[in-house]
């Protein structure tokens, strides 16, 4: 899907909820490393704690993340995955001393509607790695989390 088609009828609504997938640059599997798929949590919750959302689930996988969340007041879905982005690429890059892009141009968003069920989309996020074959129980997967989990 390119870059437009990704960007194609997306409103942001305060107080709604996204399923959003970012992708890493080239597919590149970078979070097989334990310490910058921390880094990446880091850049997750520290984006929650300043108000731009509020993280319902997550989980990080080789070279993508799934993230569901309410989107905070007043704020632009668009300008908080670009924040989101910035600031981890830059940590990521920092961490291995270099320079260049680590996320794909854009993200695909998901608004879910009122009778979608939040447990069951959480559910699907957090069971990725198990549907991948990178970990047989959940728990054995160290990068993810849910609050109703």
């Known amino acids: 899907m390119t870059y437009d088609a990704l960007r194609w009828g997306r409103y942001s609504e ?4 996204y399923h959003v997938v970012c992708t890493t640059a080239g597919r590149w599997a970078i979070f097989n490393d334990f310490s910058l798929a921390r880094e990446l949590v880091c850049s997750m919750r520290n984006i929650a704690v300043l108000g731009a959302l509020d993280s319902l689930a997550w989980v990080v996988m080789p070279d993508h993340v799934h993230w569901l969340f309410s ?11 670009g924040e989101f982005k910035g600031v981890s690429a830059r940590g990521i890059n920092r961490s291995l001393g270099r320079r260049g892009r680590v996320w794909q141009r ?3 968003d998901h608004a879910l509607r009122r ?3 939040l447990a069951d989309v959480a559910r699907y996020i957090v069971a990725n790695p198990l549907r991948a074959g990178l970990a047989t129980r959940l728990g054995d997967y160290p990068h993810w989390d849910a609050r109703w989990l």
């Open 115 to 117: 009778e979608e069920d």
């Open 14 to 17: 305060s107080g709604r909820i």
């Open 71 to 81: 989107l905070g007041d007043g704020r632009d879905l668009s300008r908080v995955m």
């Open 106 to 108: 854009g993200f695909y």
